[in-house]
């Protein structure tokens, strides 16, 4: 293991010197980002620097750049803005001024730099790096250097990070901040809901976008908007207003006594002209609403980051430096970006050029052009929002013979974005012109008591940002009483299902598939939407829920750490849920830079302790006083049966002895409640309307079978041992789980998940897909440089 250890530290044969920097606007995880770059290259064996103030920090050099030592980063995770600050710097743009950067760096020795900001500070940074051999030449000439001086520095090494809140970057799906200021918005905007349906007003909320309007479409998603102006999409001059007025009309003939309507600020009509807050305000007020506006402004960058940009931070952090250390003089600069799950690299110029595309197709009013250059996900959720709630106006009703009825029912443990899932699938049945019907209190509700409701418009509208589970959610799976369930699906004659939940889901949807052979009516389509805390259902990388579940870990983890800075000298062992699966031990101990974490994959032994003590002492003899927050173990509920989670406090406390403090926390359920983070709303909806898409395609393809329950029965025959076999090719893709994979999202068979991937004792999947988050977080937290010590 420690040959293993010493040759993971010598990876890379250079050593180099690297810079980290922020520049443009500060956006939250920032820290997280640098933090990461500081430690990856420390423990790469590089010299890492902290340059102060963005480009201006570059231009003065001196102080304002810092050589970073591991403990100067110590609890940057939970810190928001940039603790190394930011600046817009005129000098940068000049020449002379970046020939003065360079001076600055080849006096330090620096010839790699990490830079984390927005498209400017990516141009930046890619004009440097190819002019740097000139600019180089011109210090030699200008004196300054030596040709033997600057021999070494032939070339500079560029890695970007996009660190902005308004998710404007081609190629990339999230960038650093964008998550966290969503986050922000939707709380925001669900304060104002609430003060908004007391007085049967209507609402204008501005949020941040220049020439993007994610932030707005996302909001727009997750707060349940009525209607939403972003830069892409521009509406008809002189004409929006009939539009607008059109829906928000609609939407209160319905019920509704509020209307959410969110503005980008960068958001324009077809004639280029600026559609402000203010200009949609007036049209309601002629439409007679009680219309306030409220623009956010600033507090949306403002804050600690969310758990998805500190995990994003840090991971492309790590990459970054990585990069450095792999790029050579020829390769172009890279960029770090994400597509689903998976970290990326792409050419950084050509990401930014697209970038720019965006908003020259805007100037140039080729709008069709500005929607399609940003990327699939950002499309289809744009379709998807018309489809749920402008274009509720008869325009997407579908022929008779191709309306379903479709069930949904929660199974499990409840966990966040049920009712935002649940939501957004029966308001795309409703404007398609299908029947959702609730299955109450999961499978043993409809066996014991036949309740199943078909939802309306009005019942769903709000359950955007509901925790928990309005139509109940039970433990039970389907096989208790599948006589009962087949019979009831034959009396509303469901042609689809959608089931949300976790493991009991996944086992019930496996029951449904099994028992079509004696129940024919369960030959429809049916998904799985993975919704659980625990992350373990096979075959994917994400569950609804999770998100939300990880922020409240993070935030309750962060104020404990604060609670010891009062004592000081206090380690906090957290036990978290879980299950078999340590998912969310890990991702919490990533993201909160906990020493250690304990899983179900990541045995306890007394040699962990034992470690951990020494890791703790390490950790405890630097702190001067700076830094007085508390330590962190984190220990997954079924990590082991033996050493629990009071033992392992207790012998850190006795071997301690008297040095430092040791408590036990234990959040508990809260884990599994509170309101739907920004992210969870949003991929529910995207998943709700991907399964209602599955469905709708599956029974379009069998139109001859679908709408027929005898012709179900026809779809089997005998095999010569007598069995019931399918007739129909591929009939198992009929019931699949909706997974996330690195950078796809498909629909996985459930037959096949179950016999290839399923530990089903365990209720989990065969792949450990966060076996990184161990390695990087022992990384980051120092572990894996003791050991080497050892
Ligand atoms: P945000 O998305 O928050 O606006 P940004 O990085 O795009 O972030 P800018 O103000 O455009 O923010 O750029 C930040 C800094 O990067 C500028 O102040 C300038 O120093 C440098 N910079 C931007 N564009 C260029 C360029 N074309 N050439 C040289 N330097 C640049």
Known sequence: AINLLKSSLNAYKTKKKIAVMTSGGDSPGMNAAVRAVVRTGLHYGCDVYAVYEGYEGLLRGGDLLKKMSWEDVRGWLSEGGTLIGTARCMGFRQREGRKQAAGNLITEGIDALVVCGGDGSLTGADLFRSEWPSLVQELVKDGKFTAEQVAPYRNLTIVGLVGSIDNDMSGTDSTIGAYSALERICEMVDYIDATAKSHSRAFVVEVMGRHCGWLALMAGIATGADYIFIPE???????????????????????????????????????????????????????????????????????????????????????????????????????????????????????????????DAIESKDFDKAISLRDTEFIELYENFLSTTVKDDGSELLPENERLNVGIVHVGAPSAALNAATRSAALYCLSHGHKPYAIMNGFSGLIQTGKVKELSWLDVEN???????????????????????AYYFQKFKFDGLIILGGFEGFKSLKQLRDARVDHPIFNIPMTLIPATISNNVPGTEYSLGVDTCLNSLVNYTDDIKQSASATRKRVFVVEVQGGHSGYIASFTGLVTGAVSVYTPENKIDLESIKEDLSLLKENFRHDKGENRNGKILIRNEQASSVYSTQLIANIISEQSRGKFGVRTALPGHAQQGGVPSSKDRVVASRFAVKCMKFIENWNKNNQATAKDSDARVLRFKFNSQGEKVPTVEHEDDSAAVICVNGSHVSFKPIARLWEKETIVELRKGQEVHWKEFTKISDMLSGRLKLRAEV
């Open 463 to 485: 359950w955007h940002n509901l925790g928990g589970s309005e139509i109940g959610t039970n433990r039970s799976v389907a096989a208790e009483d599948m006589g009962t369930i």
């Open 233 to 359: 999409r521009a509406v008809p001059h002189g004409k929006w207003q009939d539009e607008l007025k059109e829906v928000c009309q609609r939407h209160r003939a319905k019920g509704r006594r509020n209307n959410t309507i969110i503005v980008a600020e960068g958001a324009l009509d077809d004639q280029l002209n600026p559609v402000t807050a203010n200009d949609v305000k007036d049209a309601l007020i002629d439409l007679g609403l009680d219309t306030k506006v409220t623009i956010l402004g600033h507090v949306q960058r403002g804050g600690t980051a969310v758990a998805h940009d500190r995990w994003l931070a840090t991971l492309q952090g790590v990459d970054a430096v990585r990069a450095v250390l792999e790029n050579t003089p020829d390769t172009p600069s890279p960029l770090i970006g994400i597509l689903e799950n998976k970290i990326i690299r792409m050419p950084l110029m050509e990401s930014v050029a697209l970038t720019k595309s965006v908003a």
